[in-house]
Every structure is written in C-alpha cells, then in structure tokens.
C-alpha cells in the first residue's frame, strides 16, 4: 500500500491543521494507520493509532483532548485533526500503515512496514 500525507503548513498557536493521509494500491481494511512525528533534533514520537476495522484509536499523552484520528471509508482516508496547536508541536508528522500491528504495538514505529512522506507542520508562537 502506498501513503499519501497532506495538510501541513504553518499556523499560529492556539489553530487549527488538518492533516490527510490517503492510500492507494488498496484499502486500510484491515490495517492500522497512525501519526508519528518528528521534531528537529529529536526522535520519532508515536501521535495517534486508529484500527481501520471497529475505528478503536489511542493517543499520546502529549495530544489527548486536542488531536483526532478518523477514517473517510468514502475516500480512503485517515485524517489527523490538530487543534489547540502549541509550539512544542512542531514536526515533520508521518502517517504509517500495518496490517500485522496489535493492540500492543501500535505506538511503536517498528510495527508498522508502509509509511508516507511526511508533511510538515509549523507551529509559530
């Protein structure tokens, strides 16, 4: 499967960004679909996780309450809404595809074989 991640750009904090992840080659039935991110200098760090099949998501600490994942069946699509934006999250954000991803393992980017490009989010202050 092939990822495409949209929606990035620069906003100021306390906006809003959306951001789109789209496949091609097949559906996400069946896969798990995630954000990650990376910040200049600094690691890759799991976002959000969402089971295509039954929609179960789970999130960073760092973004509960503020960032959404769901799915477009229509379109094929996850989407990642980001609002209540802050400095500290600004990132290279990557969304990641796996079809053999368990509940255990859906933070870890070693689970996940098909990634996306990333797209950038800047956050200004």
């Known amino acids: 499967v092939q990822l495409q991640a949209s929606g990035g750009g620069l906003v100021q904090a306390g906006g809003s960004l959306r951001l789109s992840c789209a496949a091609s080659?097949?559906?996400?039935?069946?896969?798990?679909v995630s954000w990650f991110r990376q910040a200049p200098g600094k690691g890759r760090e799991f976002v959000a996780a969402?089971?295509?099949?039954?929609?179960?998501?789970l999130y960073a600490d760092s973004v509960k309450g503020r960032f959404t994942i769901s799915k477009d069946n229509a379109e094929n699509t996850v989407h990642l809404q980001m609002n209540s934006l802050k400095p500290e999250d600004a990132a290279v954000y990557s969304c990641?595809?796996?079809?053999?991803?368990?509940?255990?393992?859906?933070?870890?980017?070693?689970?996940?074989?098909?990634w996306g490009q990333g797209t950038l989010v800047t956050v200004s202050s």
């Open positions: 990641a595809a796996g079809r053999t991803v368990i509940q255990s393992t859906r933070a870890s980017a070693s689970a996940y074989p098909y």
């Open positions: 080659g097949r559906t996400f039935s069946g896969y798990f």
């Open positions: 969402l089971r295509w099949s039954g929609g179960s998501t």
